[in-house]
T-cell receptor, first 110, second 112 residues
Framework: ETGVTQTPRHLVMGMTNKKSLKCEQH?????MYWYKQSAKKPLELMFV???????ENNSVPSRFSPECPNSSHLFLHLHTLQPEDSALYLC?????????FGPGTRLTVL | KNEVEQSPQNLTAQEGEFITINCSYS?????LHWLQQHPGGGIVSLFM???GKKKHGRLIATINIQEKHSSLHITASHPRDSAVYIC??????????????FGKGTKLSVKP
């Protein structure tokens, strides 16, 4: 148990659906991250929030919309996704250099 | 070509064997991380190092800054070590957090 939780753990959605992924940490960390892990590809950084402010948007399509209402919670809102967006979405948090990862949400877009 | 390269991509070992996983990087870094990802997705940070060598139990990580190379060693391997091991370089550009650049991972399978 790393202290970073993600819900749901699995999600299947159609291309016209709207869904949200949730990440929560109570480690007192000030930075939170969304990563995408596709099959046979390295982890890709999507977004970084530092003290609730977005400090990195790694050229992510607008169909992915992050939200960080406070330093403990991070959301990833999904709408009109494509089948190629199917992947494992990992949340992480950090205070300093070491990142703590959540278990991920396995997303399948039909 | 990825800025962080790992080898081998897949590794099968017998229980008890000494295992080495290699990581080479081409960017300037402030630190290098070794991560372990178990089936199902959860990732655990094993080491963060910027020089020399670190040891935790049966795991040893080394880094050679001049050669831009790091290795992860597992002594007396066990089936529970079976996982994907990921090398990630923290580039020394990209703001205060720096960017973590990930290798593709090495899938290790330890047979009993």
């Amino acid at each position: 148990e790393t202290g970073v939780t993600q819900t749901p753990r699995h999600l299947v959605m159609g291309m016209t659906n709207k869904k949200s992924l949730k990440c929560e940490q109570h480690l007192g960390h000030n930075a939170m991250y969304w990563y995408k892990q596709s099959a046979k590809k390295p982890l890709e950084l999507m977004f970084v929030y530092n003290f609730k402010e977005q400090t990195e948007n790694n050229s992510v399509p607008s169909r992915f919309s992050p939200e960080c209402p406070n330093s403990s919670h991070l959301f990833l809102h999904l709408h009109t996704l494509q089948p190629e967006d199917s992947a494992l979405y990992l949340c992480a948090s950090s205070h300093g250099s070491l990142q703590y990862f959540g278990p991920g949400t396995r997303l399948t877009v039909l | 070509k990825n800025e962080v390269e790992q080898s081998p991509q897949n590794l099968t070992a017998q229980e008890g064997e000494f295992i080495t996983i290699n990581c080479s990087y081409s960017v300037g870094i402030s630190a290098l991380h070794w991560l372990q990802q178990h089936p199902g997705g959860g990732i655990v940070s094993l080491f963060m190092l910027s020089s020399g060598k670190k040891k935790h139990g049966r795991l040893i990580a080394t880094i050679n800054i001049q050669e831009k190379h790091s290795s992860l060693h597992i002594t007396a391997s066990h089936p529970r070590d079976s996982a994907v091991y990921i090398c990630a370089a923290r580039a020394n550009y990209g703001g205060s957090q720096g960017n973590l650049i990930f290798g593709k991972g090495t899938k290790l399978s330890v047979k009993p």
